[in-house]
């Protein structure tokens, strides 16, 4: 089982995304899922987290612009990003703490990535 993000693209500063990430096929349960972000030759960056309970953190850049959500059924974790900024461009990967199957371990699985740019 893998993670398949969905929703990047190009926006025009001030516009709207929404990023989606789900597994590739269905899982027995899941933990902490989120969003991380890297811009070449940087470190990667936490973006948004979401834990089982519904605790959300935010990186500080992006809070109060972009909110994180989950469906507790499919395992399944978006992004809604609001006011995009130039800064924002950026490769985005989910990942999720996983189990697969009730009777195999955790796995934290990550997304191939999905670009995001926004044009000035």
């Known amino acids: 089982v893998h993670l398949q993000e969905s929703g990047g693209g190009l926006v025009e500063t001030g516009g709207s995304l929404r990023l989606s990430c789900a597994p590739s096929k269905s899982v027995f349960g899941a933990n902490d899922m989120g969003w991380y972000r890297q811009v070449p030759g940087q470190e990667r960056e936490l973006v948004a987290s979401i834990t089982k309970d519904g605790d959300a953190k935010y990186g500080d850049s992006v809070k109060g612009r972009f909110t994180i959500s989950r469906d507790y059924f499919k395992h399944t974790v978006a992004l809604q990003m609001n006011s995009l900024q130039p800064e924002d461009t950026a490769i985005y990967y989910c990942?999720?703490?996983?189990?697969?199957?009730?009777?195999?371990?955790?796995?934290?699985?990550w997304g191939q990535g999905t670009q995001v740019k926004v044009s000035s």
């Open positions: 990942y999720g703490d996983v189990i697969e199957h009730q009777w195999t371990g955790w796995d934290v699985l």
